[in-house]
């Protein structure tokens, strides 16, 4: 079953503007994961919030989380042409199972030069 | 290191043939998984393993078959391939925390393209 969905599911901007992508999920988590996904590559694992945490940054990269609505997001500053790829949230499942983690079908986000 | 390592990248199979693909790990990962990711469906789990000589099933393990033999290996099997087995196939691994708490993220290999006609 699809713990987190994000949104939207394509996105479109031009290099230096910010990219926000929305990853809502179902049940409660202990923690969240966004990874990344170029065309044709494996996954990246990019960065972790635990449930026990509001905002998170890496780089370029920042990650908010809201327990009480069930949602993060991650934003990404200053985007660059090779920001272009797919992003996922991933959640392991309610009820402990911390070794799996359930993918969301993504967002699609292309950075024009 | 070479991380996560799929082999094949590509094949072709037609409806009833069977293959394996290997997926190898040179981190000495406890946890390693499969999954297919389909367009539109994003990433579903075939199945896993939490250490050698153990494995269990995901989401959608029909038609799939798996064996950890080594921890650093793990094989999925496709006994008669049919064309709704048309995906690329990831394979991952994972490691424990101190303590032995559960892992959390995961490391993917490339990915394998298989195509059954």
């Known amino acids: 079953s699809q713990q987190g969905e994000e949104d939207p599911q394509a996105l479109s901007i031009q290099e230096g503007e910010n990219a926000t992508m929305n990853c809502s999920y179902k049940?409660?988590?202990?923690?969240l994961q966004w990874y990344r996904q170029n065309s044709g590559r494996g996954l990246v694992h990019l960065i972790l919030?635990?449930?026990?945490?509001r905002e998170k940054h890496s780089g370029r990269l920042r990650v908010t989380l809201d327990t009480s609505k069930k949602s993060s997001s991650l934003l990404i500053t200053a985007s660059r042409a090779a920001d272009t790829a797919s992003y996922f949230c991933?959640?392991?499942?309610?009820?402990?199972?911390?070794?799996?983690?359930?993918f969301g079908k993504g967002t699609l986000l292309t950075v024009n030069p | 290191n070479a991380g996560v390592t799929q082999t094949p990248k590509f094949r072709v199979l037609k409806t009833g043939q069977s293959m394996t693909l290997l997926c190898a790990q040179d981190?000495?990962?406890?946890?390693m998984y499969w999954y297919r990711q389909d367009p539109g469906m994003g990433l579903r789990l075939i199945h896993y393993?939490?250490?050698?000589?153990?494995?269990a099933k995901g989401e959608v393990p029909d038609g799939y078959n798996v064996s950890r033999l080594k921890k650093q290996n793990f094989l999925l099997g496709l006994e008669s391939a049919a064309p709704s087995q048309t995906s690329v196939y990831f394979c991952?691994?994972?490691?424990?925390?101190?303590?032995?708490?559960?892992?959390?993220?995961?490391?993917f290999g490339p990915g394998t393209r298989l195509t059954v006609l």
């Open positions: 991952a691994s994972s490691y424990l925390l101190a303590g032995g708490q559960p892992p959390y993220e995961q490391f």
């Open positions: 049940t409660s988590i202990n923690n």
């Open positions: 919030i635990r449930s026990n945490e």
């Open positions: 991933a959640t392991p499942p309610s009820g402990g199972s911390n070794y799996k983690l359930t």
């Open positions: 981190m000495n990962h406890e946890y």
């Open positions: 393993s939490v250490g050698e000589g153990t494995t």
